[in-house]
């Protein structure tokens, strides 16, 4: 469907968990977030039901984030149900991937699209810095066993930091050169504890990516989703990409809607509150209401977000972070 301002809106970004077994610095405090009640989550049969009636409403990709997906018991299942409905076109991933090698084969029996790893850095060290105790290794494990499945689309999602070594970004992009996935750097957003971190510049990635690879050529063709624009280094398999959110405003041609692991459906990552589906389905809302609840929540997509600006007063702003959004 298209929303107020012609877009079409044809993609959800569900979140089936906010738990996490990492604790990235810029994601989530140190403690982790407050845990929530199992029963305030949605049920599987309910995540389903509410991506059929998107799917009725014109949604056609899901993805499924966190959190972290792969700690939910049962998830290959969900991703199967979901698969199931007539119209979804691609269910696909967001994982840190430090527990995929133990559930690839499931989830790509249950008919998974595309897995993108979320690894910032190939040092040890710094990685479990970064995550606050995690394994790079066993985040390259997961990336590894999916890189192997044959026509399973993989890439690695990295989010500089401020004090991200050059060499990071260099080793990282060997990771495309190589053909194992397409190498994507995310600009840091101002969204929860995010706020209280300074990402890179992008211009600055690819200069130092392209005094080692050589010139990059902007790449034309499609890959994805999303809004990462990429370039093609010369002699690489295959792709890096940018996602910068802030200082390369995409909102323009943003076709996407998200769900909380708590059932609101919610038009902009950066506004507060949505609608709260879960309360209408408990309530024994029908088909109708939800889908009519749904369509005027897509309809009224902000036109933009509202990073780096002032004049807006900070209620209508998000104040959760980034794992219970689902990033
Ligand atoms: N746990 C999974 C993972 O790490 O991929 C899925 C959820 S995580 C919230 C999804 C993505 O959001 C990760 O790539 C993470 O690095 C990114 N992310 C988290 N906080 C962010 C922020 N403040 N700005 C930009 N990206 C962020
Ligand atoms: Fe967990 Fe992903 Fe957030 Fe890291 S970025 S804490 S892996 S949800």
New binding site residues.
Partial sequence: MRDQFGRTIDYMRV?VTDR?N?R?V??MPAEGVPSVPHQQILSFDEIVRICRIGAELGIRRIKL?????LVRRGFPKLLGMLKGISDIEQVTL????TLLKEQIDELVSNGLDAV???I?TLDPDRYRQITRGGSVEKALEGLDVAAGVPGLSVKV???PLKDTADEEYIRLALLAKEGKADVRF??????????N?A?QDREQIRTVLEKIYGKAKTYTGRIGNGPAEYVQFPGFMKHVGFIS?VSHQFCGCCNRVRLTSEGYLKPCLQYGGGTDLRALLRSGAGDEEIREAMEKTICAKPAHHLFGEGGHTEEILETK???K???
């Fill in positions: 979140s996490c990492l990235c810029y994601c984030t966190g959190g972290e997906p967001t994982t840190n991937g993108n790893v979320s910032d999602n990295c989010v995310i600009e840091m957003m101002p969204i929860g504890v995010g706020k971190f990402g959110a972070g980034m794992s959004i689902g990033g």
